[in-house]
Structure formats: structure tokens, C-alpha cells
């Protein structure tokens, strides 16, 4: 059993940064695979990110590739996005997920997860 809760979304102007915080709660959290997904109005779910519980393996999606980074704090049971140069496009309720295989959270719409966080919001203005 693994609970997770989004923190750190809102509104930023295009441009700016924001970091986006996962917290998980159970002990197998260092074995799982986190990764984030986000859901624009009217637009499939899509995979943004991934890191794989040693930290050794990461994904980013080629439209976040170079502005978005996903880290792992393993201490503190936590996995951040840090998302800069935000564009407009970005805008989407972003989910944190866990999974065992961290193919079930990279390049789909994670029909197969695990696990999910009830999401946050970001909005970045023109």
C-alpha cells in the first residue's frame, strides 16, 4: 500500500518555475518507480516523467525534455518535478504515480499504475 499527495502546483507566469512535491507514505516506497503525469482540459493523460527507485534510470517526454527535471529524496519519502521555462502549454492538473515496473509510467496514459496522488494543479499564464 502506497499513499501519495501532490503538493506545490499553482499559477506562474510563462517563463517562470515551479517545483511540484510527491510525498509517499509505506515502507516499499524505495523500490517503487515514481513518476508524474499530467491532464490538460480536453487532451489525453500523458506520461511527463519517471525515475526508477535506485535513480539510475529517468524518463521525460520529448516536450519536457531540457526543462523539467524529476529527482527522488529517498530519506524523506519524496519525488519532486522541478519544471522550468513553463510555457502555456504546460498548463494541466499534474498526478504523482508509483509503480513496480517504470515501463507502466513512461511514454503512456498509465492505464496499468499502480498507484496515484489526487493530483495538483498548474497554470501558466501568457
Not at 31 to 43: D, E, H, L, S
Not at 54 to 70: A, E, H, L, P, Q
Request: charge should be positive.
Amino acid at each position: 500500500q502506497v499513499q501519495l499527495v501532490e503538493s506545490g502546483g499553482g499559477l506562474v507566469q510563462a517563463g517562470g518555475s515551479l517545483r511540484l512535491s510527491c510525498a509517499a507514505s509505506g515502507r516499499t516506497f524505495s523500490v517503487y518507480a515514481m513518476g508524474w503525469f499530467r491532464q490538460a482540459p480536453g487532451k489525453e493523460r500523458e506520461s511527463v516523467a519517471a525515475i526508477g527507485w535506485g535513480s539510475g534510470t529517468r524518463y521525460y517526454t520529448d516536450s519536457v525534455k531540457g526543462r523539467f527535471t524529476i529527482t527522488r529524496h529517498e530519506a524523506k519519502n519524496t519525488v519532486y518535478l522541478q519544471m522550468n521555462s513553463l510555457k502555456p502549454e504546460d498548463t494541466a492538473v499534474y498526478y504523482c504515480a508509483a509503480d513496480r515496473a517504470i515501463g507502466d509510467i513512461t511514454g503512456g496514459t498509465g492505464g496499468r499504475v499502480d498507484y496515484w496522488g489526487q493530483g495538483t494543479q498548474v497554470t501558466v499564464s501568457s
